[in-house]
């Protein structure tokens, strides 16, 4: 299976991987929402093992398969609800689909139209693997309501589309928080392992929130990271590897990338501004960072976002 694993950016990257339809998948805002008994015609069909670098909600109404995520295979059942976050390797199988809503977006975009510090508020889009939850008829007709109305929204050419659906999205986290999670913490949950990359990932999200805010001027290292749990460096760099795939010098590039997304979205901010917010001491050494990341610089993506 490893031989085929396959590392994906967004949803329409793995479709096209996989040979799958595109015409239903736009992933250039960060975000899609699509059913997938309109793209999955030909069943049974199973998946490759991949590796997803966005957020995922499953919505099933009614269908019967199975979904695998790293070593845990779960059986999938009529008003059923997923969460995936990125990082975990994913094989799904589909024998029948009647109705089922599949919603993906990245930190980018739940960081600009669903809330700046959408971790505090929602702290279970941390974990690294979350069971799958049955809800009663009653409740999953409530979550069925709002994720028609985000689809509706999607299809629209509003001026204000991404506003309206990042508040729609505030309002379905809310009645996942309410059904699933009114008193869970991610740190608290799994094995040792599981736990410091949970407090890893915490500490990454605070860090930057401090450097949002002008609480701190620099960056951490990985030395810093390893010492606010009193582990070695190779111990935290080597769980974090494994449990992730992904090195904790990466998951900083990625986390400083999207943070300066998010920033330079924001018109009134000059990039000069940016660059000090992140911790980098001179604007140019954040110009070329950005760009070895992007492959723009960082002008050029405003001036793309903006069209």
């Given at each position: 299976?490893?031989?085929?694993?396959?590392?994906?950016?967004?949803?329409?990257?793995?479709y096209?991987?996989?040979?799958?339809?595109?015409?239903?998948?736009?992933?250039?805002?960060?975000?899609t929402?699509?059913?997938?008994?309109?793209?999955?015609?030909?069943?049974?069909?199973k998946?490759?093992?991949?590796?997803?670098?966005?957020f995922?909600?499953?919505?099933?109404?009614?269908?019967?398969?199975?979904?695998?995520?790293?070593?845990k295979?779960?059986e999938?059942?009529p008003?059923?609800v997923y969460?995936?976050?990125?990082?975990?390797?994913?094989?799904?199988?589909?024998?029948?689909?009647?109705?089922?809503?599949?919603?993906?977006?990245?930190?980018?975009?739940?960081?600009?139209?669903?809330?700046?510090?959408?971790?505090?508020n929602?702290?279970?889009?941390l974990?690294?693997?979350?069971?799958?939850r049955?809800?009663s008829?009653?409740?999953?007709?409530?979550?069925?309501?709002?994720y028609k109305?985000?689809?509706?929204?999607?299809?629209?050419?509003?001026?204000?589309?991404?506003?309206i659906?990042?508040?729609?999205?505030?309002?379905?986290?809310?009645?996942?928080?309410?059904?699933?999670?009114?008193?869970?913490?991610p740190?608290?949950?799994?094995?040792?392992?599981?736990?410091?990359?949970k407090?890893?990932?915490?500490?990454?999200?605070?860090?930057?929130?401090?450097?949002?805010?002008g609480?701190?001027?620099?960056?951490?290292?990985?030395q810093?990271?390893?010492?606010?749990?009193?582990?070695h460096v190779?111990?935290?760099?080597?769980?974090?590897?494994n449990k992730?795939?992904?090195?904790?010098?990466?998951w900083?590039?990625?986390?400083?990338?999207?943070?300066?997304?998010?920033?330079?979205q924001?018109?009134k901010?000059?990039?000069?501004?940016?660059?000090n917010?992140l911790?980098?001491?001179?604007?140019?050494?954040?110009?070329?960072?950005f760009k070895?990341?992007?492959?723009?610089?960082?002008?050029?993506?405003r001036?793309?976002?903006s069209?």
């Amino acid at each position: 299976m490893r031989s085929e694993n396959i590392i994906v950016e967004d949803l329409r990257e793995l479709y096209e991987s996989i040979g799958l339809p595109l015409n239903k998948i736009d992933s250039s805002s960060g975000f899609t929402i699509h059913f997938l008994q309109d793209t999955f015609k030909n069943l049974p069909y199973k998946s490759k093992s991949f590796r997803p670098n966005y957020f995922s909600f499953l919505f099933i109404d009614n269908a019967y398969g199975k979904y695998t995520i790293d070593d845990k295979v779960f059986e999938v059942n009529p008003k059923t609800v997923y969460f995936t976050n990125p990082g975990n390797y994913r094989i799904f199988q589909w024998e029948k689909i009647t109705d089922v809503c599949l919603i993906t977006f990245d930190e980018a975009y739940l960081k600009k139209h669903v809330h700046a510090d959408v971790y505090n508020n929602f702290s279970f889009l941390l974990t690294e693997t979350v069971e799958p939850r049955t809800l009663s008829e009653i409740e999953f007709n409530h979550i069925k309501e709002l994720y028609k109305l985000i689809h509706k929204e999607y299809l629209l050419e509003s001026p204000f589309k991404n506003e309206i659906i990042g508040s729609l999205m505030v309002v379905l986290l809310l009645k996942i928080k309410e059904y699933f999670f009114q008193n869970y913490n991610p740190i608290y949950e799994g094995n040792r392992s599981s736990q410091i990359v949970k407090t890893f990932k915490r500490n990454l999200e605070n860090h930057f929130k401090a450097l949002r805010k002008g609480n701190q001027e620099k960056q951490l290292r990985v030395q810093d990271y390893a010492d606010m749990q009193f582990l070695h460096v190779n111990y935290l760099s080597n769980v974090i590897s494994n449990k992730t795939g992904k090195s904790i010098s990466t998951w900083i590039s990625e986390k400083t990338i999207t943070e300066a997304k998010v920033m330079l979205q924001n018109q009134k901010l000059a990039v000069k501004e940016i660059s000090n917010k992140l911790g980098f001491l001179e604007s140019s050494h954040f110009s070329n960072y950005f760009k070895k990341h992007t492959s723009l610089s960082p002008a050029k993506y405003r001036e793309n976002y903006s069209k």
